[in-house]
């Protein structure tokens, strides 16, 4: 199993942006996986079940620890 960051554009009427006037949003979803195919469909699964309209999965990547070493947010949800 690996770790998967799934970076992710999101629709201005998605339902958690509750009509606050937001334009959208891009997220990164933390996402542990046997394959990238694996992991956008538990990243697109995750935020729909959390109330989110996704526009695109931007990109998709390999957690490598050495990369983010320094963003202890993003190195603690991978762990």
Partial sequence: MRVFLV???LSAAS???GGEGYAGGFVAV?????DIRA??????????????D?????KVLTFEPD??????EVTA???
């Fill in 54 to 58: 996704i526009v695109d999965i931007d």
């Fill in 30 to 34: 933390v996402v542990p996986a046997e």
């Fill in 67 to 72: 990369e983010w070493e320094h963003d202890e």
């Fill in 15 to 17: 339902e958690r942006f």
């Fill in 39 to 52: 992991a956008i469909d538990a990243g697109e699964s995750a935020l729909r079940a959390d109330g989110y």
């Fill in 7 to 9: 970076f992710a554009e």
């Fill in 77 to 79: 949800a991978a762990q």
